[in-house]
């Protein structure tokens, strides 16, 4: 059975998965989880990934959740070149570190900007007031300062002088205000240097290509008037409202 990768290129950790497996030229079928449709609730999904949460790996009987965990697992795997995941310690401790950090940090404050500035206006037909944007913008904004000061300062990338799965981790959720609209990298020339060495470490035409769908939301967001995205009305507004 050959690898599969269960994936919605919306979601962030989606992306760093698909850019991690096809830069390193690793075989896998692309399994298509709609979220706005809610198909990771569906029967046959819950049989890959109890979390219901994407990405999803299956491969032959093993199958494993978290985005994390997933890149480590094909990195090791599939022996991919070192710089993704330095085995020298203090190298290998920065990627670490960054992996730890942006769960809690950059994820969320990235994630809540894209929903309050497109999806919850947009798709749910729903006002939201400027104290909750200015907040969430003030969150994100905190987390782009650490990124540029605490994990990039004067290297080329976080881990050093290479791209490691830090940066491609990095990377996926900074573009996601992007799709919203949000310029995040105007007024940050360390941070669009560093954008710009992560696009040509990773190739342009698939860094475009993980990120086309994303990055064409605002058009998109008005054809997911039928999707069951407002099944979740409730519980996206308590997450984000």
């Not at 990405?55 to 997933?70: N, Q, T, Y």
């Not at 929903?115 to 987390?143: C, F, H, T, Y």
Request: proline share 4%; charged share 25%; aromatic share 10%.
């Amino acid at each position: 059975m050959a690898l599969e990768l269960y994936l919605d290129l919306y979601s962030q950790p989606c992306r760093s998965v698909y850019l991690f497996a096809k830069k390193n030229n690793i075989a896998f079928d692309f399994k298509k989880i709609t979220l706005f449709d809610a198909e990771q609730y569906g029967e046959e999904f819950g049989k890959i990934s109890m979390l219901r949460k994407v990405p999803a790996l299956r491969d032959g009987d093993f199958c494993l959740a978290e985005s994390v965990a997933i890149l480590l697992y094909l990195a090791e795997k599939f022996q991919t070149p070192d710089f993704w995941y330095p085995a020298d310690l203090q190298q290998r401790a920065r990627v670490n570190e960054y992996l730890s950090w942006q769960h809690s940090a950059i994820r969320p404050h990235g994630s809540k900007v894209f929903w309050l500035r497109l999806m919850i206006p947009k798709a749910l037909g729903m006002d939201v007031p400027q104290e909750k944007m200015d907040a969430a913008l003030d969150d994100l904004n905190g987390s782009l300062k650490l990124i540029e000061e605490k994990f990039i300062q004067d290297k080329a990338f976080i881990a050093g002088d290479h791209i490691s799965l830090a940066d491609l981790v990095a990377i996926v959720e900074i573009m996601q205000p992007v799709g919203a609209g949000l310029d995040v990298f105007e007024g940050r020339p360390k941070l669009s240097a560093w954008r710009d060495r992560v696009q040509a470490a990773i190739g342009k035409e698939l860094f475009d290509d993980a990120h086309q769908t994303i990055l064409q939301a605002q058009d998109r967001v008005m054809l997911m008037e039928d999707s069951k995205l407002q099944m979740f009305k409730p519980k996206i507004v308590k997450l984000f409202m």
